[in-house]
DNA sequence: CCACCATCCATTGTGTACAATCGCGGTGTT
DNA sequence: AACACCGCGATTGTACACAATGGATGGTGG
C-alpha cells in the first residue's frame, strides 16, 4: 500500500544530511527534516512498522531514531502506545522561547568572540539558501534552512553542551512555528540574519546581542501563543490528546 | 562469576530512583548514580554484556541506557568500539564551566520567581541530606547530593528544556569534579547552598544570583583546570584514548 | 631480530521472533 | 437502550541469534 520510498538499503552514503552514514543517523535525519519542514504535522503517528517499511530497515533502527527525536523533544514516547510528533502546549512554547532567548544571547556573544572567516562565509551561504527556498516558494525548507543557521551560528560559539541544547531547542521551536504561526509573514526575516552576520564579522557584540534579541522579539511576535485561543486553536490546546491527526491540515475537509 | 547483584528481575518498583519503573529507567539510573558517585572513574569500560549480566537483563535494554547516558555526555559511544565513561578534556569542562554558569543564573533567577515554599523545604532536606553524606565519610553520595541540589533549583525554576539541560551539565560536572578536583577540600560547600535557598526565600534575585555566581567561583577553583598538568595529570590529560582504566585509581598495583 | 600481514577472537550492530500491554469492539445484562 | 465486562487485534517491549567490525596475536619473510 504505502511503499512510498524505495527501500534505500545500504545506500552508500548518498543521503542528504547523514554525514556518519549510520542508518539510524539517517533515519533520525530524515524524520527530523521532515517534521521541521512541516511534512509531518503536529501529533501524527509515527508507527515504528510502518516506517520501517518506508525505509527499508527494521524496527530496531526506527526505534533509536525516535528515541533520539524524543530527547530533542521533537517526538513524544508514549509506552505502550507508540511516538507521535510532539504538539508544544503554549506553556511548553514559552518555556523553549525563554530557554532559546537566553542561548542566543550567549551564542551571539560566543560567536562574536570566536566566529572565523570562514564560518562567517558558511553562514552567508545559508542566508543566501535560506532566502532561495522562500522566494522559491519552498516555506518548509525555508524555515528549515532558517533554523540550520542558528545553528551554524551556535558552532561559531564553539561550546559543544550549547549546540547540542541550542539543536534541540531549534527543532522544537520549529515546531511551533509550524504549529502556532499567524501564517502571515515570512519566519525568520533574513535581512535579521544578514545584519546579524554583518554586526559579527565586526566584532560588534553588543550591536550583535541586541539584534538577535529583536530577531527572537520579531520570531515569536508572529505567534498566537498569546492569550488568544479560539475556534481551531482548540486542536491546539487538546493536541497532545489526540494521536490520530493524519497530516492533512486544513480543517474542513469533507 | 562476577554475579554481583541478584537479577533484580521485575523488582516491582522497589529501586531507589527509577520512578517511572520501566527496566531501562533502573539501569540508566544505577549507572548514572555509580557514575556520579565516582565509583566508575572517568575512562572505564562499559561492556554491554557484562552489564547485562550485572543487571538481569538483555543487552537491548543496557544499549539503550548507554545511549540515553551518551546523549547526556557521561558517556562516550565509540562505534563498534563500546562505550567508556567519558573522560572530559579540559577544554569541554571549560565549555561545561560555561554554559552552567549561564543557566545556573537563569535558573536562579526564575527559581526566586516561582518556586513554591514546598519546593523550598524540599531544597532545604536536600541540603540536610548533602551535609550528612559529607559528614558521615561519604564523599560519593554528597556530590551527588550536592549535584542533585542544582537539579532540584531547575525544577523550581519551572522551564523543561532547561531542567533537561541542567540535568546533562551537572553530570558532567561531577564528572570533571571526579577528575580534576584538587582533592583538598569538600565540594559545593553546603552553607552556601543553604545561603542561597535563603535569599529565594527571600525573592531577592539580585542577591540569590551573585551568590550562586560565587558558588560557580568557587566550584572551578577547586579545580586543576588552569594550565598546570603535571604528574598525575598525565592521566587525565590522555584519558580520551585509554580504554581498559580499571576502577581501581592508584596506578602502582602489581 | 624486527616489521608486516593474515587469521582469530571478542565485542558491537542489526534483524527477527516471541511475549506483554493497551485500546477497541462485541456481547450480555440490568 | 445504556452500561459494564470480556475477548480480540494491533502495536510496542524484550530477548536472542546471527552478521560485521576492529583489535590482538602469531606466523612468516626480509
Chains 1, 2 share one sequence.
Not at 35 to 63: H, M, Y
Not at 233 to 242: E, M, N, Q, R
Amino acid at each position: 500500500m504505502n511503499e512510498q520510498l524505495q527501500p534505500l538499503k545500504k545506500q552508500p552514503r548518498a543521503g542528504k544530511a547523514g554525514r556518519s552514514g549510520t542508518q539510524d543517523d539517517i533515519v533520525y535525519a530524515h524524520i527530523f527534516e521532515a517534521i521541521l519542514e512541516q511534512r509531518l504535522a503536529p501529533g501524527t503517528k509515527l508507527s515504528e512498522e510502518a516506517l520501517g517499511e518506508i525505509f527499508g530497515v527494521s524496527r530496531t533502527i526506527i526505534r533509536r531514531a525516535l528515541s533520539r527525536l524524543a530527547h530533542e523533544g521533537v517526538v513524544l514516547l508514549r509506552p505502550n502506545r507508540g511516538a507521535v510528533v510532539a504538539s508544544p502546549s503554549v506553556e511548553e512554547a514559552r518555556q523553549v522561547f525563554l530557554a532559546r532567548r537566553l542561548v542566543e544571547r550567549a551564542i551571539t556573544e560566543l560567536a562574536v568572540q570566536h566566529a572565523t572567516a570562514e564560518q562567517i562565509a558558511e553562514l552567508r551561504q545559508m542566508v543566501n539558501d535560506e532566502r532561495d527556498s522562500f522566494s522559491r516558494g519552498d516555506r518548509g525548507a525555508g524555515i528549515r534552512l532558517s533554523g540550520e543557521f542558528h545553528l551554524k551560528l551556535a558552532e561559531a560559539a564553539k561550546n559543544a553542551p550549547l549546540i547540542s541544547f541550542q539543536r534541540s531547542l531549534v527543532s522544537q521551536t520549529s515546531l511551533i512555528i509550524a504549529q502556532y504561526e499567524s501564517g502571515n509573514r515570512s519566519h525568520c526575516s533574513y535581512d535579521e540574519h544578514t545584519q546579524l552576520i554583518d554586526a559579527i564579522e565586526a566584532r560588534n557584540g553588543e550591536l550583535a546581542v541586541d539584534l538577535m534579541m529583536h530577531h527572537m522579539d520579531h520570531i515569536d511576535s508572529k505567534l498566537n501563543l498569546d492569550e488568544e485561543s479560539a475556534s481551531d486553536d482548540l486542536h491546539a490546546v487538546f493536541s497532545h490528546l489526540l494521536q490520530t491527526k493524519k497530516p492533512g491540515r486544513s480543517s474542513a475537509k469533507i
